[in-house]
């Protein structure tokens, strides 16, 4: 059987390096190509894709709204998150907005092939790192670690805050009013128990959350 891919990257470097690995595969082909999230959603929605290669980082439509707005037009399309940020940032909530697979950029380029097929044949690809994180994820939110309580959008806060990006550059990033961000980092404050963004650095470099959260 041969798959059909859309890859979704604005990095061009990034999409032609997958377009030739494939290229030497009898059981993929890059069949399409986005470079923002709007496009990603446009052709989602003119015809069937057999697997989405999906990086969080794009312009436009992005992260772990992105998957979901792919999910609710079509659920059944499996999606392989190949993304900058370690599994520790993003993995956990990325499979549960939907994707069936996280791959950081990072890691090793030999799994990109089995778990591009993992996942298009219908099944999960999760790392021993990611199974773990799993594992971690479902037990008792008392032993829960406060970053993780954190909805989906006041972690993609977070995380912007954390590169130190001002929080009117969030604003225009995620679409948002200013207020609406303003809210948000409140809100993180107060459920992490913090009180400033010093803080919020101190706590990510101490679990390991800084490592690769550029693009």
């Not at 097929?117 to 999760?126: D, Y």
């Not at 990006?165 to 225009?172: G, K, N, P, R, V």
């Not at 809210?183 to 992490?192: A, E, F, R, V």
Request: charged residues 20%.
């Amino acid at each position: 059987m041969k798959y059909e891919v859309l890859v979704a990257d604005d990095h061009a470097i990034i999409r032609a390096g997958l377009k030739k690995i494939l290229a030497d595969t009898e059981d993929l082909i890059v069949a399409g190509e986005a470079s923002n999230g709007h496009a990603v959603i446009e052709q989602v929605k003119q015809r069937q894709w057999d697997l989405l290669v999906l990086d969080l980082s794009m312009p436009g439509r992005h992260g772990l709204e992105l998957i979901k707005l792919i999910k609710a037009e079509c659920p059944k399309l499996p999606i392989l998150i190949f993304s900058m940020h370690q599994e520790e940032q993003f993995a956990v909530r990325a499979l549960r907005a939907g994707a069936s697979g996280y791959l950081s950029k990072e890691g090793d380029s030999d799994l990109i092939l089995p778990a591009m097929r993992k996942v298009a044949s219908g099944g999960a690809f999760i790392s021993s790192k990611v199974a773990e994180l799993l594992a971690t994820d479902i037990s008792p939110h008392s032993h829960a670690l406060p970053h993780t309580l954190l909805s989906d959008r006041e972690y993609e806060v977070f995380t912007r805050i954390l590169q130190g990006i001002s929080l009117t550059e969030i604003a225009i990033n995620l679409s948002l009013s200013i207020k609406t961000v303003s809210t948000h980092k409140s809100h993180i404050l107060t459920k992490m128990g913090m009180s400033s963004q010093v803080d919020l650095v101190r706590y990510a470099i101490e679990h390991h959350l800084i490592e690769s959260l550029g693009q």
